[in-house]
């Protein structure tokens, strides 16, 4: 089945849920599609952030409603951690050097063992209350060393797909050695970046205010919203996604220059020049913003057209509506993309 019908069946059954007010998540088609597509969701059992749980829940929800199959990749229990640090410190021979190396070898060996023997051909890596550079949500060491080995992992095998949103983009980016910041040492105070948190404290809540993405002309992700969007003047599209980060990838020349050098491109910015969004050598897109947060919302039925052009809260409604088909588009990319 096309990305196009599906997003047209999606569409139907959105004005369905609008006008009956009801709207079961998975329509039959979706359904149809779950054994084809098997998505490996980095998450775990017993909360470690806050709203973790929650927010894993909806993005399963998400992609379950979509036809995909989800299997957890619970970053806790994926592998035996401790097994794999007592097995480093016996191949390392006392040479403290090469117990890092060891490990990230042995836990890369794992993870792709794990997506194999559970036929998984992409992977999701969400965000939450943690950061990769600075207190109070550090990530656990387990995630982090996780994340690392499926960077790694999908950059030498493009047949696996990835996609990561807010702290996954800066958990992978952190993986690859590029250097993630806070937002106001980036912009220069607190007050500045509070427009990246203007999605707190729930980016998936229904009426969440949102913020602009401006999408680099002739990027992958300028094609995929193309059906949705008008470019400007320029050639550049913008959507209005849900933001709400204290992280990001730092934009100093010589960071971004390490960037392009790894085979990542730069195709989204916010409108201070925060990047908010990076597509790698093989086609994957990671987000600083919640694009999935409006996926979520437009499969509830909680989006839906402006019935009058003329008014301005119609206009904005329009908006979310088309940024929502786009965040659909988006998902649909990932997961149905050969």
Same mark, same amino acid.
Request: glycine fraction near 6%.
């Given at each position: ?6 997003s047209l069946v999606l ?163 952190? #993986?690859? !050695?590029?250097? *993630?910041?806070?937002?106001? /040492?980036?912009?220069?105070?607190? +007050? ?5 948190? $203007? ?9 969440v205010v949102l913020h ?31 933001? #709400?980060? !204290?992280?990001? *990838?730092?934009?100093?020349? /010589?960071?971004?220059?390490?960037? +392009? ?5 730069? $195709? ?46 119609s206009s904005l409604q ?21």
């Open positions: 089945m096309s990305v196009c019908f599906r569409l139907l059954s959105t004005v369905v849920c609008v006008i009956n007010t009801t709207c079961v998540a998975a329509s039959v088609v979706f359904q149809q599609q779950a054994q084809q597509v098997v998505v490996g969701f980095l998450q775990t059992v017993e909360e470690t952030y806050p709203e973790e749980l929650t927010f894993s829940h909806n993005i399963y929800e998400l992609f379950t409603g979509l036809g995909a199959k989800v299997i957890r990749l619970d970053y806790n229990k994926v592998l035996d951690f401790e097994l794999i640090r007592q097995s480093a410190l016996e191949e390392a021979h006392g040479d403290i050097s090469k117990i890092h190396d060891l490990e990230a070898r042995m836990i890369k060996e794992g993870i792709l063992s794990f997506l194999k023997e559970n036929e998984i051909d992409r992977v999701f890596i969400p965000g939450n209350y943690y950061n990769v550079d600075a207190e109070p949500y550090a990530p656990t060491p387990n995630r982090q060393l996780v994340t690392a080995a499926i960077a790694e992992i999908v950059h030498e095998n493009p047949a696996i797909k990835l996609m990561g949103v807010c702290g996954g983009l800066q958990g992978v980016m952190h #993986a690859m !050695g590029i250097k *993630v910041i806070r937002v106001y /040492k980036l912009l220069g105070s607190h +007050e500045s970046a509070a427009v990246h948190a $203007v999605s707190m404290p729930d980016p998936h809540h229904k009426d602009r993405l401006r999408i680099v002309p002739g990027s992958r992700l300028a094609s995929i919203v193309s059906k949705h969007v008008e470019p400007d003047t320029n050639g550049w599209y913008s959507l209005f996604f849900p933001d #709400a980060h !204290g992280g990001v *990838v730092s934009n100093d020349p /010589k960071n971004v220059k390490k960037l +392009e050098d790894l085979g990542y491109k730069i $195709v989204g910015f916010s409108d201070d020049g925060i990047i908010e969004a990076v597509e790698d050598v093989h086609g994957n897109i990671l987000f600083q913003d919640h694009p999935e947060a409006l996926a979520i919302n437009m499969l509830r039925g909680h989006v839906y057209p402006a019935t009058d052009s003329t008014d301005a809260t329009d908006l979310r509506y088309k940024a929502a088909l786009s965040a659909i588009s988006i998902i649909e990319d990932f997961l149905y993309r050969h």
